[in-house]
């Protein structure tokens, strides 16, 4: 975690000030959060609040956000109303009309569209323009759902507060309880064709297609609430907890993310990767951005003994010689070096790292070519 680059905006930046429960990005590459404070638009420097011109609808407060395909923006407001947002204009989508009732969460199908579920109004996917009923509310529980994904075999999973995990496959709807820490399902992460990463009050399960396991998750992801996940490019699960702020799992196990200026210990309350791989984390302290370095840094937290500028020795089996300022010689095994070697994901716009805590610093050898550019 120690060699992400992190850019921190708080309320001296502009920040609203308040509670945060949702990030997204739009095609036009804008960053949307969403807040109590209401719907803001945030460009990489400034963050600008949008309102209804016309005055119609009051956006106070944001609790969802889901972007569709055309570029436009949904948005689940406080009153548990669903906009639409495109060019500027405000609108609420027709089937209100003929399904009645509170919307309690939204979120993006496996085809990029929007999924919709309504309290005693049952769950709704669109496709074009035309809504369409994919549950309907008597066939759900009483217990408002309030998280929602879709894998990509086709099943919606339905998250409730006070009812547990509901499966909709096929035509069938089927409640997954066992092996479930907890009946309040507060996030859901998509994890391949049939994988899902379920988040509770007490702690986080994976649905391996077949049953609810904890197997392989480290027993420190069972105490604390999950309220935000999400999968990203590199197969890395980000949890955003109550207490324990940051947790990234991955086969190598659960690291945190330490305090540095940033977003602190305290609840991380929305999780999102952009188009880029950068991944934004939020709070009611502000948002952060976590970025992969150009710069690979070996200090202490990497292995070393002791940080010091000290010569570096490259033996016929590439493996990396380092002679500590305590004595003795540390060698730093290939599979190691290949591993943070590899975390350079792309020719993106980077800002250079420069780190001056001691160690030694690698820069991979196919980007030297750039760098002297």
Not at 32 to 45: E, H, N, P, V
Not at 88 to 109: C, L, N, Q, Y
Not at 224 to 238: E, I, Y
Request: charged share 20%; net charge negative; hydrophobic share 35%.
């Amino acid at each position: 975690m120690t060699q992400y680059v992190r850019d921190h905006w708080g309320v001296e930046q502009g920040f609203p000030k308040g509670p945060l429960y949702a990030i997204t990005q739009t095609a036009d590459g804008y960053l949307w959060i969403g807040t109590q404070s209401g719907l803001f638009r945030f460009d990489g420097w400034s963050f600008s609040q949008v309102q209804d011109p016309s005055g119609a609808y009051s956006i106070t407060g944001v609790y969802g956000l889901t972007p569709d395909q055309d570029g436009s923006l949904w948005i689940l407001s406080e009153y548990q109303i669903l906009l639409h947002y495109k060019n500027g204009v405000f609108e609420r989508p027709r089937f209100d009309e003929v399904s009645p009732g509170t919307v309690s969460a939204i979120s993006r199908s496996s085809r990029g569209e929007l999924l919709v579920s309504k309290m005693e109004g049952g769950t709704f996917d669109l496709h074009g323009a035309q809504f369409q009923r994919l549950a309907a509310g008597d066939a759900l529980p009483r217990s408002p759902i309030i998280s929602l994904a879709q894998t990509r075999n086709g099943d919606v999973w339905m998250g409730t507060r006070d009812a547990g995990l509901f499966r909709l496959t096929g035509n069938k709807i089927l409640a997954v309880r066992k092996g479930l820490p907890d009946l309040k399902v507060n996030c859901l992460a998509a994890d391949g064709d049939q994988n899902l990463w379920v988040g509770t009050d007490t702690g986080v399960v994976r649905w391996n297609g077949d049953e609810l396991t904890a197997a392989g998750i480290p027993a420190s992801l069972n105490h604390f609430q999950a309220l935000a996940m999400v999968k990203d490019r590199d197969g890395n699960l980000w949890v955003g907890t109550d207490s324990q702020g940051l947790l990234r799992f991955n086969s190598q196990g659960v690291v945190s993310l330490p305090e540095s200026g940033g977003v602190p210990h305290n609840a991380v309350t929305a999780v999102f990767e952009d188009r880029e791989g950068d991944l934004w984390v939020g709070g009611s302290g502000g948002i952060e951005r976590l970025r992969d370095s150009p710069f690979v840094t070996y200090s202490s937290p990497e292995g070393l003994p002791t940080d010091g500028n000290n010569p570096v020795f490259v033996d016929n089996e590439n493996r990396m010689w380092f002679p500590p300022v305590a004595g003795g010689a540390v060698v730093g095994q290939r599979r190691t070096a290949r591993a943070h070697l590899q975390r350079w994901t792309g020719p993106r716009r980077r800002v250079l790292d420069r780190r001056h805590s001691g160690g030694a610093v690698g820069w991979p050898p196919e980007r030297r070519a750039d760098a002297d550019s």
